[in-house]
């Protein structure tokens, strides 16, 4: 009897190539309404089949329907457009500067717009985010200066951050948005820390962490769940499963035939699977998550299911390694098409509203890109000093330093 | 022992006899208690207090929301704390052991010690990462390391390394209210007393000597002054730590009039101490219990020649660790004891 096979090791591919059309099937999506909503205080074990569904409010023909539609005031509704619209655009203003090499490098939301509004818009204003790279949107939510952001982009002498950060690693503190790492995932488990701090202290301020499909991989995710259950900290998990990581598919971090938002059930946490692209949606969920965070009730994991429809960033090209066209392609379409054909069916949006918006929001940005240029930028020589490089590293400025900075000549 | 030369009226509180460890748990006493920032957090540091009792009581005293255990993750346990920090806590994190900071590397050395800098003063993260180190114990190859020369060369974080009880409660306050991220190195061999590397001699212990006298009440040991510990005019021996006390003895027994600088704070350094005294004596050996290649000794054998040159009649020795991982049953061929620095001691006066 001989049935021994020769071993041989799997590697994840996805079902699409450049040149073979993505089979989208593997998203295993649900109907607009059909995820039941559970009260707050649900069990984490009660979220199981959330976990594994998909919440959905918008139907395709734009109408909200389920047990997650909700009496959302028009005027965040209307926030929301604005600010996903204003957030494409400054992506494509920025992209444009990085190509005219006023910029180093860039990082575009491109088709994640809602993900980061929607939460801001749903949280309060004290409350922390701890972003990646990709969550400009809720900068842009917090009315956060266009001109501070574009001046850290250009690495010029205002921008905040002195020169020291790659472009788009934002800090704005008073906004409620956490120092951008840039080492993948670090901020997940720091997020669950300041909600713990904030537990502590009897404070009522929620944190909320973001990560990648691909950094589900590293092990501060798997702290951050850990530590969160732990100490039921007030936290919102945000995991923005855009399907790729640079070149890799979100398979390469574990997520063939499996949802990541079933990683929250293994760890004890409340887990729901949630279209990201459905503004209505993010906005729904966001508000019980946060419930639950204000209310003692424990963390959320939200995997919110969107695609990256840009490249990961300037320095590579989606073309390699995945369909040109892929995003046409995607079953869930576009954040803002989608929300824009919703309140035009509650008479709350029009075509000519929204191609004046787009215009008078093309008008502010430029604007603002013309003062950030004003003051130079890393190629021009209008940096922060050399000898500002010493200060910060330690509070005060120790004598190795001073030696240093000396020897540098400055 | 000259440590308490430098240290101002606090000798008016009143003194207890205290162990180090004693010391360190009242460091954190004393900070809980001033401080209702100060949190206290690690594995098996809550009710238990702690595999070497650093932390007997706090709970008790301060509640589980201030003092409180942890998983087993020190990548979590670092990276809560920096998220801690930025919310505007003082977190006092124990790493169990030094050997087992590895996982919380990212966290210490991307983390904690740039926040400051990144966020342009935003966020900052003052966080005070305990840890034992050093062997001594038989505690093989991951109970026995010190790996202060990974922490040393980050920018942005302060390393501590105390050889008694009243240095280690003065350092470990003034490292709890450092607004900079601070590793503090524990020399677990030190904990209950004093040792000079003579492992087959009955133990002394804390009680029996003067610097196990310490304030009950607040203090601080500057974060950046290191501590003569023997004036000596013949030679200069830089160490910290258990190997304190190993330099210590060896100049004894073999005679030598060196000069023993406990340098504390191993950065940033008090480079002011060490120069001064290396163009004294005119000669210098670096003397720790750390591997020795690429090691802190190295920074401090660069920084002697850098800075002294000219007035040095002799090369620079190092002794220290073997560059092996620590071993268990040969710990003793392995420890850099009197022996050892006994003869780097002869080697540098003949010259």
């Known amino acids: 009897m001989n049935n021994t096979e020769q071993l041989c090791l799997h590697v994840p591919e996805p079902s699409g190539r450049p040149g073979c059309e993505t089979d989208f099937s593997y998203l295993q999506l649900s109907p607009a309404g059909f995820a039941d909503k559970p009260d707050v205080a649900v069990e984490p074990v009660g979220t199981r089949e959330l976990a594994t569904q998909l919440i959905r409010v918008l139907d395709d023909g734009g109408e909200a329907v389920g047990p997650w539609a909700e009496a959302i005031p028009v005027e965040i509704l209307r926030k929301g457009l604005t600010d996903m619209m204003k957030t494409r655009i400054f992506d494509s203003r920025m992209l444009i500067a990085q190509r005219q090499k006023k910029l180093s490098f860039y990082m575009q939301s491109l088709g994640e717009e809602a993900i980061g509004v929607g939460q801001t818009l749903a949280l309060r204003p004290q409350d922390m985010h701890f972003p990646t790279y990709r969550q400009q949107s809720i900068l842009i939510a917090r009315e956060v200066s266009l001109v501070d952001m574009i001046c850290q982009l250009l690495s010029n002498e205002r921008d905040p951050l002195k020169g020291r950060q790659l472009p788009v690693m934002y800090s704005v503190r008073e906004s409620g948005f956490f120092s951008i790492s840039g080492n993948l995932g670090t901020q997940y488990i720091q997020a669950v820390g300041w909600a713990m701090a904030s537990a502590i202290k009897g404070d009522d301020k929620i944190a909320a962490g973001w990560i990648g499909d691909g950094a589900t991989a590293a092990s501060d995710f798997h702290s951050a769940l850990t530590f969160a259950h732990v100490y039921r900290a007030p936290v919102i998990l945000n995991i923005v499963n855009n399907q790729w990581a640079i070149s890799t598919f979100q398979a390469i971090a574990g997520g063939e035939g499996i949802t990541l938002a079933t990683r929250g059930l293994g760890y004890g946490i409340a887990s729901l699977r949630v279209d990201g692209n459905d503004f209505l949606a993010v906005y729904a969920v966001s508000k019980w998550a946060a419930e639950r965070a204000r209310r003692n009730l424990g963390p959320t994991l939200i995997e919110w299911v969107t695609y990256r429809a840009g490249p990961h960033s300037t320095s590579d090209d989606p073309s390699k390694y995945r369909p040109a066209d892929d995003w046409s392609h995607f079953p869930l379409g576009d954040p803002i098409a989608r929300l824009k054909q919703h309140l035009i069916r509650i008479g709350a949006w029009s075509d000519e509203e929204h191609e004046a918006t787009h215009k008078a929001l093309e008008a502010e940005i430029a604007t603002a890109q013309k003062e950030a240029e004003s003051y130079g930028n890393f190629t021009n020589g209008h940096i922060p000093s050399a000898a500002d490089m010493f200060e910060g590293v330690y509070k005060e400025l120790p004598e190795h330093l001073r030696l240093q900075r000396q020897q540098l000549g400055k | ?351």
């Open chain 2, 1 to 351: 022992m000259t440590t308490h030369s430098k240290l101002p009226a606090q000798t008016q509180s009143p003194h207890a006899v205290m162990t180090m460890i004693q010391a360190i748990r009242s460091a954190m006493d004393v900070m809980l208690e001033r401080d209702n920032n100060v949190v206290v957090f690690g594995q098996d540091v809550g009710y238990f207090g702690g595999v070497f009792r650093c932390t007997e009581g706090l709970q008790a005293k301060y509640g589980s929301s201030r003092v409180f255990d942890a998983p087993i993750s020190e990548n979590g346990i670092a990276g809560a704390a920096v998220g801690m920090g930025a919310y505007g806590l003082r977190p006092v994190a124990e790493i169990q052991f030094a050997d087992y900071v590895y996982p919380a590397i990212d966290q210490i050395v991307s983390e904690a010690a740039r926040l400051r800098y990144r966020s342009a003063g935003q966020f900052t993260a003052p966080v005070t990462f305990r840890m034992p180190c050093g062997g001594g114990i038989y505690g093989g190859q991951t109970h026995s390391q010190s790996p202060e020369a990974i922490f040393t060369q980050v920018c942005g974080l302060r390393t501590v390394m105390p050889s008694n009880p009243y240095d280690a409660k003065g350092l470990l306050i003034a490292s709890i209210e450092s607004d900079d991220p601070v590793v503090f190195l524990e020399p677990k061999r030190l904990y209950n007393g004093p040792f000079d590397g003579h492992h087959d001699r009955p133990v002394t212990p804390w009680s029996k000597h003067p610097s196990s006298s310490v304030p009950e009440q607040h203090y601080v040991v500057p974060l950046d002054t290191a501590a003569i510990v023997r004036p000596g005019k013949a030679v200069t021996i830089l160490t910290y730590g258990t190997t304190v006390w190993v330099a210590l003895a060896a100049a004894l027994e073999q005679g030598i009039d060196a000069e023993v600088i406990d340098l504390r704070s191993l950065w940033p350094l008090d480079l002011q101490t060490i120069t001064d005294s290396v163009r004294k004596t005119r000669r210098c050996i670096v003397v720790h219990e750390a591997t020795r290649t690429c090691g802190y000794g190295a920074e401090l054998v660069s920084l002697v020649q850098e800075h002294c040159f000219h007035h040095l009649e002799a090369p620079i020795e190092r002794v220290t660790g073997w560059d092996t991982p620590y071993p268990h049953a040969q710990e003793w061929d392995y420890f850099p004891g009197p022996g050892r620095v006994g003869e780097a001691l002869k080697r540098t006066m003949e010259v």
